[in-house]
């Protein structure tokens, strides 16, 4: 059984993946959460419902891994040699552009999940928990290199500290956030919660 179920979910190649995926972004941004449906991504890209749940399940997972699909890679790819290199890099990955749809994509999701235990499930295992472990390789790289300590308390905080950056300079001053904006917020705020160096 597992051999024809792998035989089935083989048959999407890559580009048909990738077209599916960012169809369901593309419904995500436009109904929300709430109104996107199995019905409307077969509809959008010319599938069968049945080859979409024989694929993902259901809707909390095929949102959950556009979203991962569309990310531009894992923290830990990123090695420049110093933090504050690892963390400028991290944030340049997306233009100004595709950081506001990106930011205005996951509030949209992150509301949803308060009424969708599926959701945040999903959320949570397939996007926070490898974001987090990357961010621990890149931290861990850090202490190794000798530039932050081991116990530093911060270093718990430093993905609430990063998201807490894109939702308030939205929230509080009505503007999406940009490159600029957080390569200034990881320099003033974060490296020096971590005690880490800056140029």
């Given amino acids: 059984m597992t051999e024809v179920a792998t035989a089935r979910r083989s048959r999407i190649t890559p580009e048909r993946e ?32 049945a080859t979409l749940y024989r694929q993902w399940g259901g809707k909390a997972d095929l949102v959950v891994k556009a979203l991962r699909h569309s990310k531009p890679g894992s923290a830990d790819e990123v090695d420049t040699g110093s933090l504050q290199g690892d963390m400028h890099a991290l944030a340049l990955r997306e233009d100004d ?27 949570r295992a397939q996007l926070i928990e490898p974001e987090m472990d990357a961010f621990r390789r890149v931290l861990q790289r850090a202490v190794d290199r000798g530039e932050i300590r081991a116990d530093c308390p911060a270093l718990e ?11 308030a300079r939205t929230l509080l001053e009505e503007q999406p956030p940009t490159q600029a904006f957080i390569i200034s917020y990881i320099d003033a705020v974060v490296l020096p919660a971590l005690g880490a160096p800056t140029a």
């Fill in 18 to 49: 990738a077209e599916l995926y960012q169809a369901v972004l593309d419904l995500l941004r436009e109904v929300g959460y709430d109104a996107l449906t199995m019905d409307a991504v077969a509809a959008r890209t010319r599938s069968s419902k």
């Fill in 97 to 123: 552009c595709t950081m506001e749809q990106n930011s205005a994509l996951m509030r949209g999701v992150g509301m949803a999940m308060h009424n969708h235990p599926d959701l945040r499930e999903a959320f």
């Fill in 157 to 167: 905080y430093l993905l609430p500290m990063l998201i807490g950056a894109f939702a």
